[in-house]
């Protein structure tokens, strides 16, 4: 095997060995009934996407879960797939398209979706190319996309499961509509946003004026007041445009200010129309004047009000959102034009009231950001609350788990209140609805299906779950009306919400409809990764899926993670200017570091502050491993193979390496432990803890000391320490896989192929297992017991703090590193006595020091620094090692900006502005800085008075 370069390159590395991986087929697995299935279905990205650092934490926390189950044992699947994305991706290609100078009509439906797929085949598969830089161990010879035969497949036969079930229905309905994608959306695709609008009061007259008191149109009242002669009833809205459509005023039935009013009518402003005044208990009193108008078919709430009173429906606007229905003045206008108009003509004719400055929620699309205009509509939908029962008993009884906990409650409260799913869109790319309606019956044209009738009559609030005559959902296209026998049927151009494909992933990447082997073993999945934003879109659905199709759970365990967000808290956006792209960083960093990063810089479900410094730290880490791991190479190739071999049959064999020291004992008994806080904290998703132990027992057990241990010679134990430094060191790296996967396998690979020349890597006295031939596939390590020993760390411990300590007396002093000075270790612990004094010549090597002197008592060393731990008294006479004059003026210098620093801490943390309003991890990092400030305070105090004294 050719040597390790002597620094670390990922670029030589990374792609090389994933073709390996890929090659070898380590990612693949089969249902194997010998073996325990554990299954991850990947949550799949858009077509239209490329990697963003979402996608970067969210799959390398997959990928680490996966990697930590296959090394485990387990017949680990992680299913890859993409979805189809809807509005998204005809989006992008009615944008290409425009500069065209087309349009999806001037290629007809046909010629539009072929275009798309073409789009697809060309540009689709970005995400997944980007998804293997990142080291995702996939199997991807199972890569499914939400529009694939089998898929498709699935989705219709859904479909038809809940039509039968009466779970489907046709109905007119309120919903969210998004002018610019011109369709319809779910609530959840509907965010609202906080905005500041306004609140316009508009006066209705009361019918019994004259006609020309009605419209305002008195010359008195044009010319010289605004106040309208007839008496009126004020209303309030933050949609003036609507009030064209607008069929009744409403108040409430205890609000005495109108009690008078109930049962009379109101004339419409600008209209004329006559409208009746309703009670109503849904109107709330508070809001505005108490009074409010009804648009049946434009809001929610008026919809309500217009069902139980039997109103008119009149719909105002286009799918473009421009008017209609309405006067000629307004007819085809803009909506905000129209109402920029409207506020014009109201205040000219004597109609209009204040104008209020008005915080308040406003829904928008998902996708282009569109204000969305609620709007009467005839659509598909999904009856909700009969499958969220046994989705919410399932998380209440404890089947499925949430980490963190908290999303628990919000899944419930969601769950408990769902409201039906809108699935149908008025869009081309997507699978369409597998329902046909008779011309001969009288269903099914566009005029009827969208509600676009100036106006209609509402009879019943509860839609019908339609077995309707004409209509006829079916997998395959009928040849007759089953109603009429007629022949002219023609399909629903509608298609189904991207989602309704989606929330079968967990078994239709498995083979459902068919019961196939796949879906036997490795159904129900073990874990969900996802991020909190799509619980309500995904997660909740998914599990309402699974018990209604599968009769059972989707998944065990839904792992939210948090938001990827810049290093001052904001969400990283194109607009911001603050995204940081994760190709880029690997270009840079590594893999490894882009990795090691994501999952170090936050707990868990917590939101990650990132800056592209940040990474450093990921490098240098790996850097430190590949050093440590060129170090044992080197040493190795002169070492004698005393530490294993092989047997009369030439099988390797492993014999024990003797701990024959307090270090060896401590290391030995340090892996063990490291190994169980690992495994633990991986198994309670804190991989961010898992990676800083590693990091830890790495970084600073093995390399800053083990290793150094082993460059002290004593002419018998080389071989055996570098023997216990190398199963040491291969062990963190398997344990360290998961998490950076490429420079431990590389490096792992050099480590074991020393195996070839006799040095053996275990530490147990047993026939070593045959060489994996990837740290993929090696055995997770188990922690032995036997190799635990607290004695062991207790002792090398508080040998660590001596070292440390007598080091740091050295740098606060600047003692010359060329010079050895004399220690004087004073304890009345015989034990301690003992224990230095037989490691005098380690703590020489380790601490750069000279004679080392240990008694149980001496009288207080004039010029000598001082320094306790652990009962331990520690003297480092300072005589002929330093310029005491110079020494003396530097620490006087630093005591002084110390205290200033120390004042400035403490009357920060006394400040209660700071202490309450301050996040709590700020709050708790001033308080461990003013800890530390005070500390080296004293000791650089105490250092200044031997100074002085000299």
């Keep these: 095997m050719p040597q390790l370069a002597p620094a670390y390159n990922p670029n030589d590395v990374e792609e090389r060995l994933y073709a390996r991986w890929e090659a070898a087929g380590l990612f693949r697995a089969d249902a194997d009934p010998r073996r325990r299935p554990y299954t991850i279905v990947i949550p799949p990205p858009n077509i239209t996407g490329i990697l963003h650092m979402g996608h970067a934490l969210n799959n390398t926390i997959q990928d680490i879960l996966i990697r930590t189950k296959r090394m485990q044992g387990k017949n680990a699947l992680w299913v890859p797939g993409t979805d189809h994305a809807g509005i998204a991706t005809q989006n992008v290609v009615e944008k290409m398209l425009a500069k065209e100078g087309k349009s999806r009509q001037d290629l007809g439906r046909e010629a539009f979706r072929q275009r798309v797929w073409t789009w697809k085949e060309q540009y689709g598969s970005t995400i997944i190319r980007q998804l293997k830089r990142l080291g995702a161990s996939c199997d991807w010879t199972r890569t499914r996309f939400t529009m694939d035969e089998g898929l498709s497949a699935a989705v219709v036969e859904v479909f038809i499961r809940l039509y039968e079930a009466g779970l489907i229905y046709r109905g007119n309905y309120i919903i969210n509509w998004c002018p610019r994608c011109q369709t319809a959306l779910a609530d959840e695709e509907a965010p609202r946003q906080e905005t500041m609008g306004k609140l316009y009061h508009i006066r209705y007259p009361l019918a019994g004026g004259s006609r020309l008191e009605a419209r305002g149109e008195s010359r008195k009242s044009r010319a010289t007041s605004h106040e309208p002669r007839a008496p009126y009833i004020e209303v309030a809205t933050t949609r003036p445009e609507t009030m064209l459509g607008d069929t009744a005023v409403a108040v409430h039935p ?405 701990p024959t020291s307090v270090s060896d004992r401590w290391i030995l008994s340090r892996l063990q432990r490291t190994i169980e806080q690992v495994t633990s904290a991986l198994d309670a998703f804190s991989i961010h803890e898992a990676a800083a132990t590693l990091y830890s027992f790495l970084w600073h057990d093995v390399c800053d000391w083990y290793l150094e241990i082993t460059k002290i010679s004593d002419g018998e134990t080389e071989d055996q320490r570098l023997a216990i430094l190398t199963h040491v060191l291969e062990t963190g790296l398997r344990l360290l896989h998961p998490i950076m996967p490429f420079v431990t396998e590389e490096l792992w690979q050099h480590l074991t192929a020393l195996e070839a020349r006799g040095l053996r890597l275990e530490v147990t006295a047993r026939r070593a297992a045959p060489r994996a031939t990837s740290i993929m596939v090696a055995p997770w390590p188990n922690a032995s017991k036997r190799l635990v020993n607290p004695e062991a760390e207790r002792w090398f411990e508080q040998f660590r703090s001596v070292v440390v300590t007598i080091r740091n007396l050295r740098a606060e002093l600047n003692i010359p590193l060329d010079s050895r000075p004399a220690v004087h270790l004073v304890t009345a612990q015989a034990p301690a006595r003992e224990f230095f004094g037989q490691h005098q010549r380690l703590l020489q090597a380790l601490a750069r020091v000279g004679g080392i002197r240990v008694d149980g008592a001496i009288k207080r060393l004039r010029d000598a620094a001082a320094a306790v731990v652990d009962g331990i008294q520690i003297f480092v006479p300072l005589g002929g090692l330093i310029d005491v004059a110079r020494e003396r003026n530097r620490l006087s210098q630093r005591v002084g900006d110390l205290e200033q620093d120390l004042s400035r801490q403490q009357t920060r943390l006394r400040d209660p502005q700071f202490v309450e309003k301050a996040p709590k991890d700020v709050v708790e990092q001033a308080r461990q800085r003013e800890a530390q400030t005070r500390q080296t305070l004293e000791q650089l105090r105490r250092h200044l008075d031997v100074l002085r004294a000299m």
């Design 254 to 658: 205890k609000d005495k200010r109108y009690k008078g009013l109930v049962g009379r009518h109101a004339l419409l402003p600008l209209v004329n129309r006559r409208l009746p005044i309703i009670a109503d208990p849904l109107v709330d009193p508070e809001f505005g004047t108490g009074a409010v108008k009804v648009t049946p078919a434009h809001d929610p709430v008026d919809f309500q009000l217009g069902t139980r009173h039997g109103l008119e429906f009149i719909n105002v606007m286009t799918d473009d959102a421009r008017m209609t229905n309405v006067p000629a003045a307004y007819q085809s206008l803009d909506r905000f034009d129209c109402r920029s108009k409207l506020i014009v003509d109201l205040e000219q004719q004597g109609f209009l009231g204040r104008i209020e400055e008005h915080q308040h929620n406003v829904g928008h699309c998902y996708r282009c950001h569109t204000v969305v205009e609620p709007r009467l509509s005839l659509q598909w939908f999904v009856r909700m609350k009969p499958l969220a029962q046994s989705a919410i008993r399932a998380v209440t009884s404890g089947k499925i788990r949430f980490v963190p906990d908290r999303w628990r409650k919000v899944y419930l409260n969601w769950m408990r209140n769902i409201q039906d799913w809108c699935i149908s869109r008025q869009i081309w790319w997507g699978h369409r609805l597998p329902v046909w309606y008779c011309a001969n019956c009288a269903r099914g044209s566009r005029l009827e299906a969208r509600g676009e009738g100036r106006r209609s009559r509402a009879t019943s609030h509860e839609p019908r779950a339609t077995s309707e005559p004409g209509v006829i959902v079916s997998k395959a296209r009928p040849t007759r009306c089953p109603a009429c026998g007629g022949a002219d049927l023609k399909q629903d151009e509608d298609v189904l919400d991207t989602w309704f494909s989606s929330w079968l992933w967990p078994f239709s990447t498995l083979g459902w409809p068919k019961q196939t082997k796949d879906l036997a073993y490795f159904y129900p999945t073990d874990t969900l990764v996802t991020a909190p934003e799509i619980i309500f879109f995904w997660v909740a659905r998914m599990i309402m899926a699974g018990f209604f199709c599968m009769k059972e759970i989707p998944f065990r365990r839904v792992y939210i993670h948090g938001t990827v967000r810049d290093i001052t808290g904001k969400k990283m956006s194109k607009s911001l200017g603050n995204i940081i792209d994760p190709l880029e960083v690997i270009d840079r960093y590594g893999t490894d570091a882009l990795r090691y990063t994501l999952v170090t810089a936050t707990a868990i479900g917590q939101d990650i502050a990132l800056s592209e410094e940040r990474f450093a730290a990921g490098r240098n880490f790996a850097n430190k491993l590949w050093n440590a791991a060129r170090y044992v190479l080197s040493a190795a190739g002169g070492s004698r193979p005393e530490a294993g071999g092989h047997d009369t049959k030439g099988n390797a064999t492993s014999r024990e390496p003797r």
